[in-house]
């Protein structure tokens, strides 16, 4: 059965400095999507990124990046020179390609706080 | 584009009760899943429709079901409400099948 963990559930930090939210993910498909996802106040899960289990690439997106490795099933989101607009919770998701790969199973989310 | 929209945003229903949570998805997208959110049990699968068969299922009694219209529009019932049915149903859609979801502002149901 495939799984998400989100070991860490708050992260307080000050504004400008660098965050790293991590993701563990299981699986045994071969083929799966990897995704984060974030909540503000408002409810909306307002999604990143989106990754094939077949790329491996790091991305980075402005002041957002991702780590994925498959070796250690990790998924990482860093947020470089955070803002206060960044204070969100943020899900990591996984599917699998089986059944159709839009069953999405989430981690518990990590509630980032971003204070001046 | 408009994103996803859902209706009603609130709802406030008693035990027993029954309610219908509505979905319009993306233009042009033909998937639509719904998912529960509650503090306890944090994010839910609960089932996907795609061109109008509903093709995955989540761990959720029968009490709860849905549609998905020739428009690709979608509903969801919960029938016979229970205190534990309070949560934020949230609806996204996607293009195809193994793509990106795009998630709806949710549905916030409380039930007394």
């Known amino acids: 059965a495939q799984k998400v963990t989100q070991a860490q559930t708050e992260i307080s930090v000050v504004e400008k400095e660098d965050v790293t939210l991590d993701c563990v993910y299981e699986?045994?498909?071969?083929?799966?999507?990897l995704f984060w996802y974030k909540q503000p106040p408002s409810g909306e899960l307002v999604f990143l990124i989106r990754?094939?289990?077949?790329?491996?690439q790091n991305e980075i997106s402005g002041r957002y990046s991702w780590n994925f490795q498959k070796s250690t099933s990790s998924f990482n989101f860093t947020i470089t020179a955070s803002q206060v607009v960044d204070s969100a919770v943020y899900f990591c998701?996984?599917?699998?390609?089986?059944?159709?790969?839009?069953?999405?199973?989430f981690g518990t989310g990590t509630q980032l706080k971003v204070e001046l | 584009k408009a994103g996803v929209t859902q209706t009603p945003r609130y709802l406030i229903k008693t035990r027993g009760q029954q309610v219908t949570l509505s979905c319009s998805p993306i233009?042009?997208?033909?998937?639509v899943s719904w998912y529960q959110q509650t503090p306890g049990q944090g994010l839910q699968f609960l089932f996907e429709?795609?061109?109008?068969?509903?093709?995955n299922k989540g761990n959720f009694p029968g009490r709860f079901s849905g549609r998905q219209f020739s428009n690709s529009r979608s509903e969801m019932n919960v029938s016979t409400l229970e205190l534990g049915d309070s949560a934020l149903y949230l609806c996204?859609?996607?293009?195809?099948?193994?793509?990106?979801?795009?998630f709806g502002p949710g549905t916030r149901l409380t039930v007394l």
């Open positions: 996204a859609s996607s293009l195809v099948e193994a793509d990106t979801q795009y």
């Open positions: 699986t045994r498909d071969t083929t799966y999507y």
């Open positions: 990754r094939n289990s077949f790329d491996e």
């Open positions: 998701a996984l599917s699998e390609a089986k059944g159709g790969g839009n069953k999405l199973t």
């Open positions: 233009s042009g997208h033909r998937s």
């Open positions: 429709y795609f061109s109008e068969t509903q093709r």
